[in-house]
């Protein structure tokens, strides 16, 4: 299965800047996730999209966090104003074809380092 | 609440031996299955799954796992592991009460394989 592309691989921020993540899926899909990892934790759920609207998020995806698709191809997360403890690896994946859309397979990851 | 655990955490074994990771579950309705590994430095790839069916399911590598609905365990199971399967092992769950196919987490197994 053809899997989604990250970029960028490593950001590096300031406490307080706006970060965005990207997520381009190879083939065209309507389900996307996006999930974080804090260095020595679990993978989290963040948001999960469909169709282009946000169809489930976390307690962890407040108001600083927003998703988009803003060209039908790139899938966005944005951190508006970020802080210390959103440091992770943010992992996007994207569903499967139809009859196995529960099935997700995930992008490289970027390493977000807010200092 | 929904949740997924492992109970090893670090697994240290030489080449050739047997491998069996645990992996629990506590969530309500029908579930669908996962077992991911990720091998260093790389992403999240999908080991095998189980949605319905044959409780004994076989993945990539020679792993398989199998399905206790009675014990809702999920353990993953390899006869003779190789030094190339040093990796990060994570079992996740989706289903239930969402329908967004949002993956819970477990928090994840450190496999070393010794030459």
């Known amino acids: 299965e053809p899997e989604v592309t990250q970029t960028p691989s490593h950001q590096v921020t300031q406490m307080g800047q706006e970060v965005i993540l990207r997520c381009v899926p190879i083939s065209n899909h309507l389900y996307f996730y996006w999930y974080r990892q804090i260095l020595g934790q679990k993978v989290e759920f963040l948001v999960s999209?469909?169709?282009?609207?946000?169809?489930?998020k976390s307690e962890i995806f407040d108001d600083q966090f927003s998703v988009e698709r803003p060209d039908g191809s790139n899938f966005t997360l944005k951190i508006r104003s970020t802080k210390l403890e959103d440091s992770a690896m943010y992992f996007c994946?994207?569903?499967?074809?139809?009859?196995?859309?529960?099935?997700?397979?995930f992008g490289p990851g970027t390493r977000l380092t807010v200092l | 609440a929904q949740s997924v655990s492992q109970h090893n955490h670090h697994v240290i074994l030489s080449e050739a031996a047997s491998l069996e990771l645990g992996c629990n579950y506590s969530?309500?309705?029908?579930?669908?299955l996962f077992w991911y590994v990720q091998y260093p430095g790389q992403h999240l790839q999908l080991l095998l799954k189980y949605f319905s069916g044959d409780p004994l399911v076989k993945g990539i590598k020679g792993f398989e796992a199998e399905f206790i609905k009675s014990k809702f365990s999920f353990n993953l199971r390899k006869p003779s592991v190789q030094w190339s399967d040093t990796a990060e092992y994570f079992c996740?769950?989706?289903?239930?009460?969402?329908?967004?196919?949002?993956?819970?987490f477990g928090q994840g197994t450190t496999l070393q394989v010794k030459p």
């Open positions: 999209f469909y169709n282009n609207e946000i169809s489930e």
């Open positions: 996740a769950v989706n289903g239930g009460s969402s329908n967004t196919g949002k993956l819970i």
């Open positions: 969530y309500g309705g029908t579930v669908n």
């Open positions: 994946a994207r569903g499967g074809v139809a009859g196995e859309a529960d099935t997700q397979y």
